[in-house]
């Protein structure tokens, strides 16, 4: 997932390409880059979409629905951190997710992207160059 997106396209996305960092926690693999006006985090989830689909939802999901990406089975849920919306858009892999995270920062005019729009549109770009769900 950490090299399924050009320089160009992370920079055209607004984040920065040098600032890209690897994540391997509770099973969870990627990378995450920064700039603004959002955080960029890509994925491979050792859960299911269908196991997300059975999950306790607590008191800080603003939104959780299914969905789908090109086709792609997926869901999306969103939570409130720190008086910003961070967004997860989830596609089906097979025996793992794939997993869009948008994290919305405040931008140098004062604008805040919206995240979860922002994650299926990332989801959509990225799909087509993933392998098939099996």
């Given at each position: 997932?950490?090299?399924?997106?050009?320089?160009?396209?992370?920079?055209?996305l607004g984040v920065r390409p040098?600032?890209?960092?690897?994540?391997?926690?509770?099973?969870?693999?990627?990378?995450?880059?920064?700039?603004?006006?959002?955080?960029?985090?890509?994925?491979r989830d050792k859960e299911t979409?269908?196991?997300?689909?059975?999950?306790?939802?607590?008191?800080?999901?603003?939104?959780?629905?299914?969905?789908?990406?090109?086709?792609?089975?997926?869901?999306?849920?969103?939570?409130?951190?720190?008086?910003?919306?961070?967004?997860?858009?989830?596609?089906?892999?097979?025996?793992?997710?794939?997993?869009?995270?948008?994290?919305?920062?405040?931008?140098?005019?004062?604008?805040?992207?919206?995240?979860?729009?922002?994650?299926?549109r990332i989801a959509q770009l990225?799909?087509?160059?993933?392998?098939?769900?099996?």
């Amino acid at each position: 997932m950490c090299t399924i997106l050009t320089g160009a396209e992370l920079t055209q996305l607004g984040v920065r390409p040098d600032t890209r960092e690897t994540m391997d926690q509770f099973g969870s693999v990627g990378c995450e880059w920064v700039g603004k006006p959002l955080r960029l985090s890509l994925e491979r989830d050792k859960e299911t979409v269908a196991s997300y689909r059975t999950r306790q939802r607590g008191p800080a999901f603003i939104t959780f629905a299914e969905n789908a990406v090109n086709g792609r089975a997926g869901l999306t849920f969103a939570v409130d951190r720190d008086g910003g919306t961070d967004c997860e858009q989830l596609m089906d892999g097979g025996s793992v997710s794939l997993v869009v995270h948008v994290a919305s920062t405040l931008s140098p005019d004062g604008h805040r992207v919206d995240s979860c729009p922002e994650a299926l549109r990332i989801a959509q770009l990225i799909e087509p160059r993933l392998p098939k769900a099996s």
